[in-house]
Nanobody, 118 residues
Framework: QVQLVESGGGLVQAGGSLRLSCAAS????????MGWYRQAPGRQRELVAA???????NYADSVKGRFTISRDDAKNTVYLQMNSLKPDDTGIYYC????????????WGQGTLVTVSS
């Protein structure tokens, strides 16, 4: 099992910045993908950004140019730098770690709330 703990959420004004962190522990193996998802009130959970073990990144169109995902494998931590925040970025942000080959896993954190005021 892989455990994920997010931190860094909070209340920020539109145009501001936040940095989310996700620390992983447990039976972590190489060749995994890490990602950030968010769920706004009344909406489905959606992918915000993902990063492969090789460093390839993928972003939702709505955050391209504003958010940056990175990972530090030595610290088993993934980050999400969020700049130029908008009220539409409000939601619970969840960290995800997945590995498709044996031993496979798909783990989620408990989520951290990000609120962007206008």
């Amino acid at each position: 099992q892989v455990q994920l703990v997010e931190s860094g959420g909070g209340l920020v004004q539109a145009g501001g910045s936040l940095r989310l962190s996700c620390a992983a522990s447990g039976r972590i193996f190489s060749f995994n993908a890490m990602g950030w998802y968010r769920q706004a009130p009344g909406r489905q959970r959606e992918l915000v950004a993902a990063i492969s073990s090789g460093g390839t990144t993928n972003y939702a169109d709505s955050v391209k140019g504003r958010f940056t995902i990175s990972r530090d494998d030595a610290k088993n931590t993934v980050y999400l730098q969020m700049n130029s925040l908008k009220p539409d970025d409000t939601g619970i942000y969840y960290c995800n770690a997945k590995r498709g080959v044996s031993p496979a896993y798909n783990s989620w954190g408990q989520g951290t709330l990000v609120t962007v005021s206008s």
